[in-house]
């Protein structure tokens, strides 16, 4: 680590020196790396540094390569945004940001490391009380940010929306589904109730307490403007399978919507209005996320029965 680096970490915390830690993950594309660091000298033991340093000339040869480097940084921009600028509740935990440090082509994040905070688990498969667990946190976000403008953030959240993503678009074969792409778009963009919605809600994003009943959720580059289903989807579908998802889907669903009438119930929101727009739209969610997969990598498990029947249904109601 630069001294420079060292040097931002030691004042933001207030920390005499440090150690540097394991690595915890490599940043896509090699960007970059996750990193922890242990802390001397000070009353927090370690802390979570996102460490982004972009490529020389990313991508500039090649127009999709470009589209996709400077759609990435981009992302890192939109999550220092993030951290600096939005804050949410104990309901939807996210890591604390102690700086952010910007320089040329690297940008460095200093994070809460919330292994000490108590959500030390990850998981790769959930039960059902799991799952629920997740669902409430993006119930309570949603519910925290409706209405919500995403300044500095992107327009339209979630890292496949239709806008930044022509190339994959271009290499779809579905032709139904492609002409529809942007029926689609529209219909997810224009409802009634907008929130600003996490953007890569996977499993691999949430870090679970011990007893995996709480949780808080991390990487935050492509929060933005949008529906709550598109969260709500592709969370699910990044932890069930075909047939697990067409039994256990709708009373997962019921539990989202009964958190989020929760998280409402101060509030004057005409609620049984936003739970009738978001079940239609939860099969446009799964429909717009299928569209990418097609294009991306049309191989992909995700591309199954269960979601090729939801496709199918939005194309009807589209008359398509």
């Known amino acids: 680590m630069k001294p420079e680096h060292q040097d931002t970490v030691l004042q933001a915390c207030g920390a005499a020196s440090l150690r540097v830690g394991s690595k915890i993950q490599t940043l896509w594309s090699g960007y970059g790396e996750i990193v922890r660091l242990h802390l001397e000298g000070c009353e927090r033991p370690s802390v979570v540094v996102k460490h982004v340093k972009f490529p020389p000339n990313g991508g500039e040869h090649a127009t999709a390569a470009h589209r996709s480097h400077m759609r990435k940084v981009r992302s ?10 939005y804050a949410t509740n104990s309901k939807c935990r996210v890591p604390a940001c102690f700086t952010v440090s910007s320089h040329e082509d690297e ?26 667990a997740c669902l409430s946190w993006l119930a309570h976000f949603h519910a925290h940010f409706l209405g919500v403008a995403p300044q500095g953030l992107w327009p339209v959240g979630t890292y496949w929306h239709l806008e930044t993503r022509p190339d994959e678009l271009e290499a779809m074969d579905d032709a139904r589904l492609k002409a529809a792409a942007g029926a689609v778009d529209e219909a997810l963009n224009s409802c009634r109730f907008l929130t600003i919605v996490h953007g ?27 529906c709550g289903m598109k969260d709500v989807a592709y969370f699910l579908g990044s932890c069930l399978k075909e047939r697990e998802c067409e039994k256990k889907a709708p009373g997962l669903l ?4 009964s958190e989020l009438k929760c998280a409402l119930s101060s509030t004057q929101l ?27 990598m049309p191989g992909h498990w995700k591309v199954d029965r269960h979601n090729k029947k939801l496709t199918e249904e939005v194309l009807s109601k589209l008359k398509l």
């Open 76 to 85: 890192y921009e939109v999550e220092t945004h993030w951290y600096q600028n």
């Open 107 to 132: 940008i460095l994040i200093v994070l809460e490391d919330l292994d000490v905070a108590g959500y030390d688990q990850r998981r790769t498969n959930v039960n059902d009380h799991e799952m629920r």
């Open 200 to 226: 890569d809600a996977k499993l691999a994003n949430f870090c679970f307490s011990s007893d995996g009943r709480d949780v808080a959720a991390v990487d935050f580059q492509y929060v933005g403007g949008g």
């Open 254 to 257: 019921d539990h989202y919507f």
């Open 270 to 296: 005409d609620f049984v209005a936003l739970e009738k727009e978001w079940r239609e739209m939860f099969a446009f969610a799964w429909t717009d996320f299928q569209r990418f997969l097609l294009g991306w």
